[in-house]
């Protein structure tokens, strides 16, 4: 006699919620994915890009911020004020001009003072005391800042 074969079925996959189509897995990793572009995207872009330090935004620094004493900014040079994105010159004695620390030509903060003139770390662009271009690659003149001195002290206007 014998004895018939014991047959037995695969057991069902246990299901734990809704099935996800292969449709709404591929749209989901599409959003997915320009989130992760507009969050990697933040702030304001440069014409040419590259650079260090790059900023593009406006200058920081509301009017009425005081930057330092007078003091602070020899006669033939000036001062970087990192923190406000700002550069204030004396290019004679008492007559006292403020420009934004922000390269025209890729964006990058000016690293010094020196020599009389402005200088950008990234290309090497020199500006006058008064902004205008010395030596390129930059090709317009840093931006004008306000600022008043009263009583010693550099402020915004």
């Known amino acids: 006699m014998t004895v018939p074969e014991k047959t037995t079925t695969p057991a069902e996959p246990e ?5 996800l189509g292969r449709r709404a897995a591929i749209a989901g990793a599409g959003v997915v994915g ?4 507009a969050a990697c995207g933040g702030g304001a872009t440069t014409e040419s890009g590259g650079g260090q330090q790059q900023s593009g935004d406006a200058p920081e620094g509301a009017p009425g911020t005081v930057l330092g004493p007078s003091s602070e900014v020899p006669v033939g040079g000036g001062q970087i004020y990192a923190d406000s994105q700002l550069v204030v010159t004396q290019p004679t004695e008492g007559e006292f001009t403020g420009l934004s ?3 025209p030509h ?13 200088v950008c770390p ?10 205008t271009v010395l030596d390129g690659p930059a ?19």
């Open 15 to 19: 299901t734990r919620g809704p099935r």
């Open 34 to 37: 320009i989130g992760a572009v």
């Open 101 to 103: 620390a922000i390269c």
């Open 106 to 118: 890729q964006g990058c903060s000016v690293g010094s003072v020196t020599d009389g003139a402005i």
């Open 122 to 131: 990234c290309h090497n662009s020199r500006f006058a005391l008064d902004g």
């Open 139 to 157: 090709q317009q003149p840093l931006e004008s800042r306000p600022v008043t001195v009263a009583d010693g002290s550099i402020t915004l206007a």
